[in-house]
């Protein structure tokens, strides 16, 4: 229990400084609506913001597997996957205006007791940071997707996303198989 707690405490503050992150990149979005800054800014404003996001995630994730006694850990992640359900939703008016960069949204399933869908959303995300690393033009936002949160159910329903793992590209195809890079690849501007 003092492990979970100590980690739940390093949680919650790494949810402070995205939710910090997510409220300025707002405002920036809001400057860029009556600001003559380049989309190149913008660009590399996102997916900065982005990358502190998925290092958060990744630290989540190793904070998780060091113990899971209580529903604790469960509540945050939720709370993480909301800020990243909130940092799509905020990156479409981006690309509307600029169009300067791919998103790729990797939609897998949190509670999974299925051992196959877990070793597939295993390597689904070697592959997505495979992608990532090549790729600096590559907005990667990974999100559980079975956390019933009604924005992300709202977004998944528009994008017609119907079975988890999925992965939407730039908010137009949704793929329910990935073998190798080059089929996300193919679907990038």
């Given at each position: 229990?003092?492990?979970?707690?100590?980690?739940?405490?390093?949680?919650?503050?790494?949810?402070?400084?995205?939710?910090i992150s997510l409220v300025d990149g707002a405002a920036a979005f809001d400057l860029s609506k009556e600001s003559d800054l380049s989309c190149e800014?913008?660009?590399?404003?996102?997916?900065?913001?982005?990358?502190?996001?998925?290092?958060?995630?990744?630290?989540?994730?190793?904070?998780?597997?060091?113990?899971?006694?209580?529903?604790?850990?469960?509540y945050l992640h939720k709370k993480y996957d909301l800020l990243r359900t909130l940092l799509w939703?905020?990156?479409?008016?981006?690309?509307?205006?600029?169009?300067?960069?791919?998103?790729?949204?990797?939609?897998?399933?949190?509670?999974?007791?299925?051992?196959?869908?877990?070793?597939?959303?295993?390597?689904?995300?070697?592959?997505?940071?495979?992608?990532?690393?090549?790729?600096?033009?590559?907005?990667?936002?990974?999100?559980?997707?079975?956390?019933?949160?009604?924005?992300?159910?709202?977004?998944?329903?528009?994008?017609?996303?119907?079975?988890?793992?999925?992965?939407?590209?730039?908010?137009?195809?949704?793929?329910?198989?990935?073998?190798?890079?080059?089929?996300?690849?193919?679907?990038?501007?």
């Amino acid at each position: 229990m003092l492990v979970e707690t100590g980690n739940a405490s390093q949680i919650n503050n790494l949810y402070l400084q995205s939710e910090i992150s997510l409220v300025d990149g707002a405002a920036a979005f809001d400057l860029s609506k009556e600001s003559d800054l380049s989309c190149e800014d913008f660009r590399a404003n996102n997916i900065a913001f982005a990358d502190k996001i998925y290092e958060e995630a990744k630290l989540l994730e190793e904070l998780e597997t060091s113990g899971k006694l209580t529903d604790g850990m469960k509540y945050l992640h939720k709370k993480y996957d909301l800020l990243r359900t909130l940092l799509w939703m905020n990156n479409k008016e981006y690309v509307s205006k600029c169009d300067n960069y791919n998103t790729v949204i990797y939609l897998y399933e949190y509670e999974s007791e299925d051992n196959y869908k877990k070793a597939t959303q295993n390597v689904w995300s070697k592959i997505l940071l495979d992608l990532k690393l090549t790729d600096e033009n590559v907005l990667l936002i990974p999100i559980a997707a079975d956390q019933e949160l009604a924005s992300l159910d709202l977004l998944l329903k528009e994008h017609g996303v119907s079975r988890l793992p999925a992965i939407v590209v730039n908010d137009k195809e949704v793929i329910y198989a990935l073998d190798n890079i080059d089929q996300v690849q193919s679907l990038l501007n």
